[in-house]
């Protein structure tokens, strides 16, 4: 397989930078490992939010496993591993606190500034939020992987882009990604989660094994680690020769009736959907709360330091650090949304039980 466009479009930096023995790729993987919105991975939720629990799948645990299983699927197939392992290690980095249902509520509180797509985040959170407003200055293909990586979707078989594309104005998840590597990470992504989030929701007494259809169970799996190599051996057979990246017609069709089933039994499962109310709530006093603070504050971030709440203080600093981003795009749901997006699981309840819990005045 060989990707439609040139080397030097894609190993395009914005700001220019003298090659090292790492190579672009592998430079791009340390850059993201290093950045803090990859640490903060490890506190925010991939579907269960369960923090107590270590053996529940965090969104840090996530990208790591689409990271071994796109390496995998390319070695398999001849593609660029170091590629795959950069874009899959920064495909989630715009996602919110609280997995999905925390995405879907700023999306829904967001609708004056277009909402929230994480997708679209992750790459502003890689050019504009991180290193304090001065960004990775990733590789274009990598900032191509991370704002197409759309693993919702689900297709059978899909091929690269041919012609380069504005990353910036992408404001939708129809983007096809523009090389075979960033194909694959979309295809590791359903892989990923779809295996371990039947694990998970075993581990929390939402269904059994039983309850997963026999028919799926004889041919994908019993096992999140069955599943995965099962899918990956499919595409890795099915894709070698071919111009896309594709699962066979059989196990395409599984892999739907498995989708399937985890959204009937667990992703509107009662418990999930009660804790969903209770997120929405929370992130929306949160919001409300910081444009209040930022209305009157404004960029004037000194007197952030002087609020009797923790998060207005961070908040101020965020800011802060970020002066010449937000001078340049004023709007007021703009910094809070980047502040809010990037706060972990325990950030956001500490945040919201400060503003929302009256305080004690510690009379006798």
């Known amino acids: 397989m060989k990707n439609p466009l040139s080397d030097q479009i894609y190993h395009a930096r914005k700001k220019p930078r003298r090659p090292d023995l790492r190579g672009d790729y592998f430079r791009d993987q340390t850059a993201i490992i290093h950045a803090a919105p990859f640490r903060r991975l490890k506190h925010k939720t991939q579907v269960f939010f369960s923090p107590q629990n270590d053996h529940i799948c965090t969104r840090i645990e996530h990208v790591l496993h689409v990271s071994t299983i796109a390496t995998t699927i390319c070695k398999g197939i001849g593609l660029d591993v170091e590629l795959a392992q950069a874009i899959a290690l920064g495909h989630d980095l715009g996602h919110a606190p609280f997995g999905h249902i925390g995405e879907k509520a700023l999306d829904e509180l967001t609708q004056e500034i277009g909402g929230f797509i994480h997708e679209v985040h992750g790459l502003r959170v890689v050019d504009k939020i991180t290193r304090d407003g001065k960004g990775l200055n990733l590789t274009y293909a990598v900032r191509d992987g991370i704002v197409s990586h759309c693993g919702e979707v689900f297709q059978k078989a899909i091929a690269p882009q041919k012609k380069p594309k504005d990353l910036e104005n992408i404001s939708t998840r129809q983007s096809s990604p523009l090389t075979y ?111 209040h603070v930022y209305k009157g504050f404004g960029n004037e971030t000194m007197a952030y330091a002087h609020s009797s709440f923790i998060v207005d203080r961070h908040f101020g600093q965020f800011i802060s650090k970020r002066r010449r981003l937000y001078n340049s795009e004023p709007r007021s749901m703009r910094c809070v949304v980047d502040f809010v997006a990037g706060m972990t699981d325990s950030f956001a309840l500490e945040s919201a039980r400060e503003i929302l819990f009256p305080k004690s005045l510690g009379l006798l």
């Open 181 to 291: 590597e960033g194909c694959v990470v979309r295809v590791a992504d359903k892989i990923a989660y779809l295996g371990r989030d039947i694990e998970d929701a075993i581990t929390a007494g939402l269904i059994t094994i039983k309850d997963v259809p026999e028919n799926l169970r004889k041919n994908l799996g019993s096992t999140n680690g069955e599943i995965i190599d099962t899918l990956v051996m499919d595409v890795v057979n099915c894709s070698t020769g071919r111009e896309e990246i594709t699962f066979s017609d059989n196990r395409y069709e599984l892999i739907c009736q498995l989708r399937d089933f985890n959204y009937e039994n667990i992703y509107n499962h009662p418990l999930i959907l009660r804790n969903d109310r209770s997120i929405v709530n929370l992130l929306k006093s949160l919001i409300q709360h910081l444009l």
